[in-house]
């Protein structure tokens, strides 16, 4: 089931280094949102911070708040691993395990998490993740070929297909797209459109139009100047955000003055 996010004055450190700062929003469940903003405004690291990724960086921490359906994923209590099945990642570039099969490829997050199924559960999870990522049409006849061997489109299904196996409540995407050629882009913009009726999906793109196409909400990141932690300029409706931002810099970077 899908979740909504609630943040909260979110601070994200590296070491001593304040890299995002104050950061507050609600992210509604069953919706896509984009975050937009130029190269090292710090939107790649709070995306992290949703799923507790970035944590993978010794002396990584923050201060503030990120509640899933009311859970703070920051309690003392609560298990970074487990974090990382309920609200899944998908990378900039296409990572398929280069040694697996497309079929292996798709159970490794199941795998991975100890889950024992039987050869009729693991077929069924595959083709689901698969058709899932609509990607099953195109591959269900060499299920046991590398996942290595797919087109750079059909990789990055893998790749969600491979998410979604674990059946998340959260899907983040940091420039899913940025990789591929405009036809596979298209197609991963569908399928972008057609899981949020199943998942929270959060994506980063620096695509204006791609954002603008794909989310129904947005959020602009920026900095103050070089050296100075990210923060959030601007976050609303998509409609809205392209249409009258409320902030001279959002519109600046939107209409493509700066950035």
Request: aromatic residues 6%.
């Amino acid at each position: 089931m899908a979740k909504s996010i609630d943040v909260s004055d979110l601070d994200i450190y590296y070491g001593d280094f304040l890299a995002v700062q104050g950061v507050s929003m609600h992210i509604p469940a069953k919706s896509v949102t984009a975050f937009i903003g130029p190269s090292g405004c710090g939107k790649s690291t709070f995306l992290r911070s949703l799923n507790r990724m970035h944590e993978v960086i010794p002396g990584a921490r923050v201060e503030g708040k990120v509640m899933v359906d009311g859970q703070s994923l920051y309690d003392p209590s609560v298990d970074p691993v487990a974090v990382r099945r309920q609200i899944g990642m998908v990378f900039q570039r296409p990572n398929p395990f280069p040694t697996m099969s497309i079929y292996d490829n798709v159970l490794a997050g199941n795998r991975l998490n100890a889950r024992k199924m039987s050869k009729s559960d693991a077929d069924d999870a595959v083709e689901r993740a698969l058709r899932g990522a609509n990607l099953w049409n195109e591959v269900k006849d060499r299920l046991g070929k590398p996942g290595m061997g797919l087109s750079g489109g059909q990789q990055q299904r893998l790749c969600i297909a491979r998410a979604i196996a674990v059946q998340p409540q959260v899907l983040l995407m940091d420039e899913p797209c940025s990789a591929l050629d405009p036809i596979s882009t298209s197609a991963i913009e569908d399928l972008i459109f057609d899981l949020k009726s199943d998942y929270t999906i959060v994506i980063v793109t620096h695509n204006m139009q791609q954002a603008a196409r794909v989310s129904d909400q947005t959020g602009f990141f920026n900095l103050k100047a070089t050296g100075e932690p990210g923060h959030l300029v601007e976050y609303d409706e998509t409609k809205q955000m392209f249409s009258n931002p409320a902030n001279e810099a959002t519109e600046a970077y939107i209409s493509g003055r700066f950035g």
